[in-house]
């Protein structure tokens, strides 16, 4: 029966493939104007896989046709020895630091945390890029080639495109592991090994890092997802022939689904061994106790309408939530690392929307510097930084500062957008499956959303945002902002359902407390449990996850950015580079890409964009760590250490001597 429902969940995420690879050829065809063609070219698909023509790979710039699945295997399993050695080897070395640096005194360890905190915020792009510098530049200079920085024609290159691919899985498991065996040795039953005269190494390898396997492995789903995203770019700078490369050059529904489904079938498989070996079935292992707060979300509805509808409005009931938001905001502000974060996003977009409404988004442009003559050419398109302009400029002389200030509102504030929905659609999601699923269901639920982990968000991004995206004679054309909306709809959606299930199994935890229970004996009723209880606890939660998630969507616009497909839309011109709709920071690397690419000394082209993500990505994490340190001082947990020296006086140590005064006798009189 267990296999059975593997199979079934296995057939399901094929059929979801399906559904993902037949959407670009709808809306590039037929678009939304047409809603009723996407089942038929879905019915269409299912009839093509009995078709032999529908198994050939088609090339844009192939004349001929070949058999498909012998044209993707030998990429396929180029694709997988990559990411299988980044993988081996950013696991191995977190296991081996992580061991390594529980032997540091506890203030190095604060301090390699915070190292681990900085290196996370920096993105794939960035690693790949400074690595092909790093050896074009010492080739150039020394003549010496450290490694291949590309691939040609047959000629597979493996060392860079791996190293580059280790280090973020490495980073993020290293960081998980420091923080779990953190936890774990400050069990009690690590403190009675203590007591019995065992060692720490013992202790770390035959207790602690087995029992901290389980929970690294739910959140190695989450690092491998990641990996599997930051793949599919890594091939694509590297120039390899990997599925990166067949993918694009035959973007048609069969290619995508095959495509798709090698890399979902060998990672579903492996990890439902996993959990079957870890005996972690959640269809069965799911506690009754939320059945006890199941409800009808409909009846439910309705009472909550019936109880606005009862209330006296005034002013100042209106206010009160807006009241307390901005005193929870302004307690937040007293930790700095909180007021440093959101300040830098309010001051980024304030500038960003000013400059805009004051200079109606104009740009400074400088073709040609000449020397004092007048007659010698001192400097041509792309002026480096500091002539003219503080960051230099682009390839037809527009301030790359002006350009930036430009595009920082659209960049941040939609990626805020973003992550605000999927966090609250998620929420009223985790509500309704924590309160209106019972046990069985919920397992079911679990399972079928698990599976999306294996599909790389990046490549789900782009197959549906490049039939949209693209401005291209022929197409289905959209407007600038049915292009944003529907942008921001679909990297909305393809993350709800991973979104819902994690803040409600969140709520399902709070549920399960003693204090939940003594509410609804006192009477409390379902929405006032919610409300005045679930609510508040997992707050702090879903703050944390909004930060998380903006991280992303900024991470899936770098690299649609590199795929050329910028947000709000690209504009394709023979003869000129793609172009930005927005002037969003996205645009600016990919029309820096093929400079980067070729080899060109250029660097700022694509530094000031990606530093730009940087600090965007670093300014979240601070806030996320503000709310942290925040929380944790509401339940007692400091995290500041300071000792105030001022007050400590080791100078004079005063001497007690006792006499017989110092006693008295006590009689007993029983």
Request: proline residues 4%.
């Amino acid at each position: 029966m267990k296999f059975i429902k593997i199979g079934i969940f296995y057939l399901l995420g094929v059929f979801a493939i399906i559904c993902i690879s037949v959407f670009p050829h709808f809306f590039a065809t037929a678009g939304l104007s047409h809603p009723l063609a996407y089942p038929k070219d879905i019915g269409a698909f299912f009839a093509g896989l009995f078709e032999a023509d529908s198994w050939m790979y088609q090339a844009i710039h192939s004349p001929g046709d070949y058999p498909l699945i012998e044209t993707l295997l030998e990429p396929y399993i180029y694709s997988m020895q990559l990411f299988l050695g980044a993988i081996v080897l950013g696991f191995s070395l977190a296991f081996m630091f992580a061991f390594a640096a529980n032997f540091l005194s506890h203030r190095k360890l604060q301090w390699l945390k915070k190292i681990l905190n900085l290196l996370e915020s920096i993105p794939d792009v960035i690693i790949a890029v400074s690595l092909q510098a790093l050896s074009i530049y010492i080739y150039k200079s020394s003549g010496v080639d450290l490694f291949r920085v590309a691939g040609y024609m047959d000629e597979n290159v493996y060392f860079a495109p791996i190293i580059t691919l280790s280090i973020l899985p490495m980073i993020s498991l290293f960081k998980i592991l420091l923080f779990r065996i953190e936890e774990e040795f400050l069990k009690d039953y690590v403190v009675f090994l203590k007591s019995k005269g065992i060692h720490k190494t013992g202790i770390l390898v035959r207790h602690v890092l087995r029992n901290v396997l389980p929970t690294t492995f739910q959140h190695a789903k989450v690092i491998i997802w990641a990996a599997l995203s930051s793949q599919f770019i890594i091939e694509y700078l590297f120039s390899t022939h990997g599925l990166t490369f067949f993918i694009l050059d035959s973007f048609n529904p069969m290619t995508i689904a095959v495509t798709l489904v090698l890399i979902f079938t060998p990672f579903f498989v492996l990890f439902q061994l996993i959990d079957a070996w870890l005996n972690e079935d959640p269809i069965q292992s799911q506690s009754l106790v939320v059945n006890k707060f199941a409800f009808n979300p409909i009846q439910s509805i309705r009472q909550w309408f019936r109880k606005v509808l009862q209330i006296k409005w005034n002013f100042r009931k209106l206010v009160k939530p807006f009241t307390y938001l901005g005193v929870l905001f302004l307690k937040h502000m007293n930790n700095y690392k909180f007021a440093i974060g959101s300040l830098f996003f309010i001051i980024v977009i304030s500038a960003s929307i000013i400059y805009s409404v004051t200079t109606n988004d104009h740009v400074d442009q400088v073709r040609i510097i000449y020397e004092a003559d007048g007659v010698t050419i001192k400097s041509i398109p792309p002026h480096p930084p500091g002539l003219p302009f503080l960051l230099g400029s682009d390839n037809v002389g527009f301030d790359y500062l002006d350009r930036l200030v430009i595009g920082a509102k659209y960049t941040l504030l939609f990626g805020l957008l973003i992550a605000g929905c999927r966090v609250f659609i998620g929420l009223l999601g985790g509500i309704f499956y924590a309160f209106s699923i019972n046990a069985k269901k919920q397992g079911w639920v679990e399972k079928l959303v698990d599976s999306i982990h294996f599909l790389p968000l990046t490549v789900i991004a782009y197959v549906l945002l490049q039939p949209i995206l693209s401005v291209r004679p022929g197409m289905v054309t959209y407007t600038l902002s049915e292009r944003i909306i529907l942008e921001m709809i679909i990297l909305t959606a393809i993350v709800i359902p991973l979104t819902s299930v994690l803040i409600g199994n969140n709520i399902k935890r709070v549920l399960q407390t003693e204090f939940i229970m003594s509410a609804r004996v006192l009477g409390g009723s379902k929405f006032y449990i919610l409300m005045r209880h679930v609510l508040p606890h997992v707050g702090p939660r879903v703050i944390i996850l909004f930060g998380q998630q903006f991280i992303q969507v900024l991470i899936v616009f770098i690299h649609l950015g590199v795929f050329q497909f910028f947000f709000g839309g690209t504009i394709f011109k023979k003869g000129s580079p793609p172009t930005s709709v927005t002037n969003e920071w996205s645009g600016l690397i990919g029309a820096a890409k093929n400079e980067i690419g070729s080899g060109d000394t250029q660097l700022w082209l694509i530094l000031c964009p990606l530093v730009a993500f940087m600090l965007s990505i670093f300014a979240m994490q601070l806030l996320i760590k503000g709310v942290t340190e925040v929380q944790q001082a509401k339940v007692g947990v400091l995290y500041k250490n300071k000792k105030n020296k001022k007050n400590l006086n080791f100078g004079t140590i005063s001497e007690y001597e006792p006499t017989a005064e110092s006693f008295q006798r006590i009689e007993n009189n029983r």
